[in-house]
T-cell receptor, first 112, second 113 residues
C-alpha cells in the first residue's frame, strides 16, 4: 500500500519556469521530509516540516506542510538546470516513528 | 563533520557468493536504516537498527539476509548465496534518534553475475 502519493511523476520544464510538486496522503504524519536524489547518489535531505501549516524556504524552494498534516508541497521558483533530479517525500506516520513512509518521487528535468 | 559512509561503492558477486555491505553512520548517530532501491522503483525499507539491537526488520527477506550494528564498528548488511534478483542499490541512512530526520550515504551498487 502506497501511503504517500507524489505528483506529477515526471516533469520537464524550461529554465526560468516555476513548478510545484505534491505529496498527498489520507494518513496524518508527525513529520515530513523532502529529499533530492541525483543518479548514482543517495538522497540528500532538503527540509523537515513538523507543524501543520508550516512553510519553510530554502533559497528558491518553498516547502509547505498541510494544516491537517496529511499533505505537503514543494514549489520551485525560476528553476535552473541544477535543480534537475528526483524529488522524494517521506514521513513518519503519527504514532509510528520506527520507519519512514516514502513516495515514489517526482523526476524533474530542467532544460537550459 | 563526515557524513554517512558506505563501502564498497560497487560490488560484483557471482551467484551463490556472499555480499557484505558496510555503513558508518554520522558522528553522534546511533540509529541506522537500510534500504534497497531498484531502477524505476522507490526506496524500500529493509531494517532499522540501534546499537546492538534490531528494532524493526519487517522489510527484510527472512532468508539469506541479515543485518547487525555492533557496539564498535560499522553496521553490516549481509546477503548470503546471492541471486541475480539481489542486484540493486543498497542505501544506508542514520539518524540521531527515532522519528528524526535521516541522512543517507552514497549507496552500494551490488551486481550479481
Amino acid at each position: 500500500t502506497q501511503l504517500l502519493e507524489q505528483s506529477p511523476q515526471f516533469l520537464s520544464i524550461q529554465e526560468g519556469e516555476n513548478l510545484t510538486v505534491y505529496c498527498n496522503s489520507s494518513s496524518v504524519f508527525s513529520s515530513l521530509q523532502w529529499y533530492r536524489q541525483e543518479p548514482g547518489e543517495g538522497p540528500v535531505l532538503l527540509v523537515t516540516v513538523v507543524t501543520g501549516g508550516e512553510v519553510k524556504k530554502l533559497k528558491r524552494l518553498t516547502f509547505q506542510f498541510g494544516d491537517a498534516r496529511k499533505d505537503s508541497s514543494l514549489h520551485i521558483t525560476a528553476a535552473q538546470p541544477g535543480d534537475t533530479g528526483l524529488y522524494l517525500c517521506a514521513g513518519y506516520n503519527a504514532g509510528n516513528n520506527r520507519k519512514l513512509i516514502w513516495g515514489l518521487g517526482t523526476s524533474l528535468a530542467v532544460n537550459p | 563533520n563526515a557524513g554517512v559512509m558506505q563501502n564498497p561503492r560497487h560490488l560484483v558477486r557471482r551467484r551463490g557468493q556472499e555480499a557484505r555491505l558496510r555503513c558508518s553512520p554520522m558522528k553522534g548517530h546511533s540509529h541506522v536504516y537500510w534500504y534497497r532501491q531498484l531502477p524505476e522503483e522507490g526506496l524500500k525499507f529493509m531494517v532499522y537498527l540501534q546499537k546492538e539491537n534490531i528494532i524493526d526488520e519487517s522489510g527484510m527477506p527472512k532468508e539469506r539476509f541479515s543485518a547487525e550494528f555492533p557496539k564498535e564498528g560499522p553496521s553490516i548488511l549481509r546477503i548470503q548465496q546471492v541471486v541475480r534478483g539481489d542486484s540493486a542499490a543498497y542505501f544506508c541512512a542514520s539518524s540521531p534518534g527515532p522519528g528524526r530526520e535521516q541522512y543517507f550515504g552514497p549507496g552500494t551498487r551490488l551486481t550479481v553475475t
